[in-house]
């Protein structure tokens, strides 16, 4: 059983730029959810889709950035004009399609660095 | 709004000296508190679920309890290898919000060997 995947690891960028960040969730979950978390600070919520809908977005989430899941499956979170407030781990994560299994599971997390 | 304290911030404990961690929590309509370990640079690892005061779940060294309004993670004769952040979450209550896990902040936790 393959646990949640991202990708890339670790992004550097320099301030303007735009990046996109990969999240592949477990086979069988229909829930996946995007977290930021910077130091010292459990994961922020910033949005979350049921197959390919996406149900739920955070203030945290600015216009600029936007967040797709086209077929239900792989997710992406890309950040336009990027800013240093932006540095931050971006995590993935996903949860089963069975009603009242709220329990959610990780991936190993994307660090941006913006400079 | 939903709110997620844990205590304390940080713990330093010598080998074989058990301790425990607390969350406490504001939410109504519990419907469920998680226990994740992190290690540097790494994502949350999931250890627990209680969906009910009174319930207990053991895992190695780590055992979870819940009450009405706080959960504790009891720690038996740790190892340095327990060293981690761990952290607890409840999920939202309510219309779209039912997914969305609130997290604490946290409690970094040192085992010296």
């Known amino acids: 059983d393959t646990g949640v995947s991202q990708d890339p690891r670790h992004k550097i960028t320099k301030r303007g730029q735009n990046v996109t960040f990969r999240c592949d969730p477990i086979s069988e979950h229909n829930r996946l959810y995007w977290y930021r978390q910077t130091l010292g600070q459990g994961p922020e919520f910033l949005t979350y889709?049921?197959?390919?809908?996406?149900?739920?977005k955070s203030r945290l989430l600015s216009d600029r950035f936007s967040a797709e899941r086209p077929k239900g499956s792989f997710s992406t979170l890309e950040i336009q004009r990027t800013e240093q407030g932006d540095s931050a781990m971006y995590l993935c994560?996903?949860?089963?399609?069975?009603?009242?299994?709220?329990?959610?599971?990780f991936g190993p997390g994307t660090r941006l660095t913006v400079t | 709004e939903d709110q997620v304290t844990q205590s304390p911030e940080a713990l330093r404990l010598q080998e074989g000296e058990s301790s425990s961690l607390n969350c406490s929590y504001t939410v109504s309509g519990l419907r469920g508190l998680f226990w994740y370990r992190q290690d540097p640079g790494k994502g949350p690892e999931f250890l627990f679920t209680l969906y009910s005061a009174g319930e207990e779940k053991e895992k190695e060294r780590l055992k979870a309890t819940l009450t009405k309004k706080e959960s504790f993670l009891h720690i038996t004769a740790p190892k340095p290898e327990d060293s981690a952040t761990y952290l607890c979450?409840?999920?939202?209550?309510?219309?779209?919000?039912?997914?969305?896990?609130?997290f604490g902040k946290g409690t970094l936790l040192t085992v010296n060997p």
């Open positions: 979450a409840v999920p939202g209550v309510g219309g779209g919000s039912n997914y969305k896990l609130t």
């Open positions: 889709f049921q197959n390919e809908a996406q149900l739920e």
């Open positions: 994560a996903s949860s089963s399609r069975l009603a009242g299994r709220y329990e959610q599971y």
